[in-house]
């Protein structure tokens, strides 16, 4: 695997790290898509090779260029609503970029930024990152990806003794809200000016041209989080820790954890076993995500007053004003986005403006009868019957449907490739995972080629489009990693 310079933006809020070697290395998961999308070579049909197991592991690293190769970053940010000052990348490290994407491994040792931490990650949560990344990326959902988990029998100490993996984590770029506010925060403002440009040059190319690009920028970001928190609620996707650390400026869904697909809808539910005042629950993610926004943009405080005293002739007040109009943005882009997909969720083509109440009724009757969100609308665009106990709503939703024109087959068809079939529900993760943890990978590999096509009927047991048993439902999710 040739890896070049990363093209991050810039060197002063990185270290430089070795990843830490582990003993005996074995394969856990392995994504071919995302090993195309690098352009690595894989004539194999056997990922089973030893010198990329060794390089994924951390055990056997080129180095791309002598003064500066395989790193890790500084940032700050919010945690659950406080700052937090400093934390960093205290168990991912860059490799390098590879057909403009970087490259990092999660779970590779300590770095400068470890803190207390060891640096590494647990086989559990390393096998949900891995399949949740590449789950939501079939779902059209912006997302980190993922190429591969790489066990080791290395123990590691959490709430128990468990063992190490590897996985190694695939984006265009992994700057994060937390990157701006460790600027902002630390008053650097020439490396906040330097990522800011950054990130217009290299992932925002339609900000280049407006005389002020910085505010552009903000706009963009907004828009972009905004679509991807929309998204988020249209699979029932609860985040689980919604820092502003874990926030990418890229719009991506990013650093998995203690996250989870709704089985049941309640719309208050919390993943997080460690969220006790429900801040990151369902039905908050998106005010949550405009919240760290005005994070984002306190951060890029300076550079924008600067540009708009200077473009513009606003006084520093006058400045604030506009940032906080330009934010508005994120909560006409969310409604757009969320009404958009919600409407097309139930088939809709023409737009009326009583099809938001008729959501909101349908959403608080799930909530009611405690219906599961993704058989619920699957079970619509196949055409089933409504349950019985959502049959007053099913009667607006009848009256509501004649006033459309196209056919029943068109919309069913289109509803189809808007309702997933499969999601990675927390008790099917949780079967592949207590598989791997005896050595047995094939349900790893089973579970990311039904999640590769989930909008698809597959011929796989049906138990991977349903609700957890009994004995597997509401299974505790540790939020140690
Ligand atoms: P997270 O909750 O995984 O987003 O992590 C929050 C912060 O703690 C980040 O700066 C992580 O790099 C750091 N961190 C989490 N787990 C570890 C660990 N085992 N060792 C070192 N740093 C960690
Ligand atoms: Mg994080």
């Known amino acids: 695997m040739p890896f070049h310079l990363p093209k991050i933006s810039n060197q002063s809020h990185a270290q430089c790290v070795l990843p830490h070697p582990v003993p005996n290395p074995y394969w856990v998961g392995y994504s071919t898509k995302v090993g195309d999308l690098l352009g690595i070579e894989q004539d194999m049909n056997r990922p089973i090779h030893s010198d990329h197991l060794q390089l994924l592991a951390g055990n056997k690293v080129q180095i791309a260029d002598k003064s500066f190769a395989p790193f890790a970053t500084a940032y700050s940010g919010h945690q659950f609503g406080q700052w937090a000052g400093q934390l960093g990348d205290g168990r991912a490290i860059y490799l390098g970029d590879i057909n403009g994407y970087e490259i990092q491994l999660k779970g590779a040792g300590p770095t400068a930024y470890s803190r207390r931490g060891d640096g590494r990650a647990v086989l559990r949560s390393s096998i949900r990152e891995f399949l949740a990344s590449e789950a939501m990326n079939a779902l059209g959902i912006p997302s980190s990806r993922a190429l591969s988990v790489v066990g080791s029998d290395l123990q590691v100490i959490r709430e128990s003794v468990e063992t190490a993996a590897i996985c190694a984590r695939v984006a265009p770029s992994f700057l994060r809200i937390g990157h701006l506010e460790h600027y902002g925060h630390n008053e650097m403002d020439q490396e906040l000016e330097q990522t800011l440009d950054f990130l217009i040059e290299h992932h925002y190319q339609e900000c280049q041209n407006s005389p002020t690009p910085y505010l552009e ?58 969220d006790h005042s429900g801040r990151y629950a369902y039905h908050r993610q998106s005010e949550i995500m405009h919240w760290n926004l005005y994070c984002m ?71 009611q009868q405690k219906i599961d969100f993704t058989l619920f609308f699957r079970g619509l665009s196949e055409g089933h019957v409504c349950p019985a106990a959502m049959s007053d709503w099913d009667k607006q939703y009848q009256s509501r449907l004649a006033l459309e024109v196209t056919s029943n087959d068109q919309r069913l068809a289109a509803m189809q490739n808007i309702n997933p079939k499969y999601i990675l529900r927390n008790h099917l993760a949780q079967r592949a995972i207590e598989k791997a943890q005896k050595k047995d990978f094939s349900e790893v590999a089973t579970l990311l080629k039904v999640l590769e096509r989930p909008y698809e009927s597959q011929t796989v047991s049906e138990d991977y489009a349903s609700p957890p048993p009994p004995e597997m439902d509401h299974i505790a999710i540790s939020c140690s990693s």
């Open 297 to 367: 943009a306190s951060a890029m405080l300076r550079p924008l007053q600067k540009e708009l005293a200077r473009e513009l002739n606003l006084s520093e007040e006058d400045a604030i004003h506009k940032i906080k109009e330009i934010l508005n943005i994120y909560t006409q882009e969310y409604a757009k986005k969320w009404q958009s997909i919600f409407r097309q969720k139930i088939g809709l083509n023409k737009q009326m403006p009583e099809d938001i109440q008729l959501l909101e009724n349908l959403l608080q009757s799930l909530h």
């Open 217 to 274: 920028l903000l706009k963009s970001i907004a828009t972009r989080i905004a679509h991807t928190t929309a998204q988020w609620q249209s699979v029932g996707f609860c985040h689980g820790v919604l820092n502003t650390d874990n926030i990418s400026l890229l719009g991506l869904t990013l650093d998995y954890g203690p996250f989870g697909f709704l089985d049941v809808f309640d719309n208050t539910h919390i993943c997080n076993h460690s």
